[in-house]
């Protein structure tokens, strides 16, 4: 029996069905699917939110393998991110600097001389004990005997001279106050080239400013304007300007690792170079100044100039680094000891040197190639005491044991040529 196909009509009518179908079965999925996201959604922020509470933002953040190494945040109520970028508010970098200076600054104290009070200061001070006693520079504290000194919270105290170290630049001040906050020291030795450290003082008298730089170089000497010279001094990019004079050099442990002592330039300001005095040297000579009102230290008394090519070669000398003996003082000694000086008078630069006198190479075993190595050898010398110096004399080394050392002094410490 055949079947009637069907009309026109009734076929729209199943396409018509199929299509709501076929679209019923698709929104529900989609709303199944909606669903299902949503709840993934719940799930995810829940997990989240138990992620931020146990661990903090920055857990979440790591979490999702972003890097956080240099996020860091010191207030609750300061925002996590700002704009529509993140910006970390303190790195750690900057927390460490902080930090650093909470912990020295309260060990700083600015100096004034009692007959210039003023709010401009001469420059800074460390307390290195908590009764009393503050190292600074000779130079700060210039001819005076007794000073005012401004503490970190405001106080005031009367201030002595105990002594001071004229070759190393350091005074040694005792306030009448006690139960000071005295600094952490450390030693210059632990520093490195490229090391962070930090100066704090009175720059123009902006009291406690601290700014940073880098160890740009070690055991550097210094000539003074009057001619003394000051060895094995840490040279620093650090901005140092007047009255940074007598602060402490900090390490990024947050410990005193020099005394800053002098600016470098042709405008005696700040874009020169800085350097610091060690903070080991600065301790010993506080001591010194502490138990026997001053410091003593051996010294060679002869006229010296350091060896160099042009006078090695002058001179037909094999040896070419050393210490040239031009004069010795008759009768000292040196002279008692064995040490020859040159004859021969020739013109060097502005200066009359003598040739042919013996070439020091070591003293004690440590050898001898320029003048900061003669200067740092000595500088743990004490008059009276006796030294083995090598010399090269007529193309022969040989060592005068047990020379008597003098004692070094303003005047003597002058006797070089450059």
């Not at 060895?231 to 050099?249: E, H, V």
């Not at 020169?272 to 903070?279: C, E, N, T």
Request: proline share 3%.
């Amino acid at each position: 029996m055949k079947k009637n196909p069907r009309t026109p009509k009734e076929i729209l009518v199943i396409v018509i069905s199929a299509v709501l179908l076929v679209a019923s079965i698709i929104l529900l999925g989609l709303w199944t699917k909606a669903l299902t996201r949503e709840e993934r959604s719940n799930m995810l922020r829940l997990a989240l939110s138990e992620l931020v509470e146990e661990e903090g933002e920055r857990g979440l953040l790591e979490a999702a393998g972003v890097p956080v190494d240099d996020i860091h945040y010191s207030y609750e109520d300061l925002p996590l991110f700002a704009g529509d970028r993140p910006v970390w508010e303190f790195t750690d970098e900057e927390t460490r600097s902080a930090a650093i200076y909470q912990k020295t600054a309260p060990s700083v104290v600015q100096i004034v001389s009692a007959s210039e009070l003023s709010d401009a200061g001469q420059g800074a001070g460390v307390i290195i004990s908590g009764d009393g006693y503050i190292a600074t520079n000779r130079h700060v504290a210039g001819s005076s005997s007794s000073f005012i000194i401004r503490f970190y919270d405001g106080s005031t105290a009367t201030a002595s001279l105990v002594g001071s170290d004229p070759l190393l630049d350091i005074a040694v001040l005792k306030a009448d106050k006690a139960g000071l906050d005295d600094i952490d020291v450390g030693s210059s030795k632990d520093l490195g080239i490229g090391a962070s450290v930090f100066a704090i003082g009175h720059p123009y008298g902006y009291t406690w400013s601290m700014t940073k730089g880098i160890v740009s170089g070690l055991e550097r000497m210094v000539f003074s304007d009057s001619g003394l010279v000051i060895p094995s001094l840490i040279q620093t990019d650090a901005i140092i300007n007047p009255g940074n004079s007598g602060g402490p050099l900090v390490s990024s442990s947050g410990l005193m690792v020099g005394l800053v002592s002098s600016i470098y330039s042709r405008s005696g300001s700040a874009e020169g170079i800085s350097f610091a005095i060690p903070a080991e040297r600065v301790m010993a000579s506080a001591e010194a100044i502490i138990e026997t009102g001053s410091v003593h230290r051996g010294w060679l008394d002869i006229l010296s100039v350091e060896l160099n090519e042009q006078i090695a070669d002058y001179s037909s000398l094999d040896v070419r680094k050393g210490i040239l003996v031009s004069q010795v003082v008759p009768g000292g000694n040196a002279d008692k000891g064995g040490i020859r000086g040159g004859r021969e008078a020739v013109q060097y630069g502005q200066s009359v040197i003598y040739l042919g006198g013996d070439v020091i190479t070591a003293i004690n075993g440590r050898k001898i190639e320029s003048y900061e190595d003669y200067f740092a050898v000595l500088f743990d010398t004490v008059p009276g005491e006796t030294a083995d110096v090598t010399v090269i004399r007529n193309g022969r080394e040989i060592t005068l044991k047990g020379v008597t050392l003098s004692e070094q002094t303003e005047d003597n410490s002058r006797w070089l040529i450059r």
